[in-house]
T-cell receptor, first 109, second 113 residues
Framework: GQSLEQPSEVTAVEGAIVQINCTYQ??????LSWYQQHDGGAPTFLSY????GLEETGRFSSFLSRSDSYGYLLLQELQMKDSASYFC??????????FGDGTTLTVKP | KAGVTQTPRYLIKTRGQQVTLSCSPI?????VSWYQQTPGQGLQFLFE???????NKGNFPGRFSGRQFSNSRSEMNVSTLELGDSALYLC????????????FGPGTRLTVT
């Protein structure tokens, strides 16, 4: 089966940088994705890594190391609106997506 | 492009009843996945459909079923509802499968009493 681990909570101040780690165990690994979900809202896609390395999208970057079964989401220049839950998700070749339990990010002024 | 739509948005049912939820994906997206989200929990994968075929299924009892139509619209059905089925049911569409870049609908909030 698949399993993912990510921290349950992270707190940071506005303007800071925060990194949310994700380790996974899966067979048939295809890629690692990241999603953001605000309270009462639906998850929104942030980033995807299919190959090792760093992907950058504005203030957000995501990294993957397939050999270490590890990835992270890096959020720079934190803003209050970044307070949300962040989920890593593993997709497999068989078409199954497994989400982590989510990391609640609180950004303080 | 219009986003993913789900109907109904809210639903209240009693134990033992059945329910059908509907999802219309983004135009051009052929893959639809369904998830169950309960308070404080992550998203639990129910199943994924691609070109009318179920590609994979999560660890849910057989009371949970789904289908996809030729226009990529999808429905999921839950029979013999239990109190524990109360949750937010989310569908997500993507261009292809494996669906690594998914776009979620607003969800259907199901309450079972």
């Amino acid at each position: 089966g698949q399993s993912l681990e990510q921290p349950s909570e992270v707190t940071a101040v506005e303007g800071a940088i925060v990194q949310i780690n994700c380790t996974y165990q899966t067979s048939g690994f295809y890629g690692l994705s990241w999603y953001q979900q605000h309270d009462g809202g639906a998850p929104t896609f942030l980033s995807y890594n299919g190959l090792d390395g760093l992907e950058e999208t504005g203030r957000f970057s995501s990294f993957l190391s397939r050999s270490d079964s590890y990835g992270y989401l890096l959020l720079q220049e934190l803003q209050m609106k970044d307070s949300a839950s962040y989920f890593c998700a593993v997709s497999t070749n068989a078409g199954k997506s497994t989400f982590g339990d989510g990391t609640t990010l609180t950004v303080k002024p | 492009k219009a986003g993913v739509t789900q109907t109904p948005r809210y639903l209240i049912k009693t134990r033992g009843q059945q329910v059908t939820l509907s999802c219309s994906p983004i135009s051009g997206h052929r893959s639809v996945s369904w998830y169950q989200q309960t308070p404080g929990q992550g998203l639990q994968f129910l199943f994924e459909y691609f070109s009318e075929t179920q590609r994979n299924k999560g660890n849910f009892p057989g009371r949970f079923s789904g289908r996809q139509f030729s226009n990529s619209r999808s429905e999921m059905n839950v029979s013999t509802l239990e109190l524990g089925d109360s949750a937010l049911y989310l569908c997500a569409s993507s261009v292809t499968s494996p669906s690594y870049e998914q776009y979620f609908g607003p969800g259907t909030r199901l309450t079972v009493t």
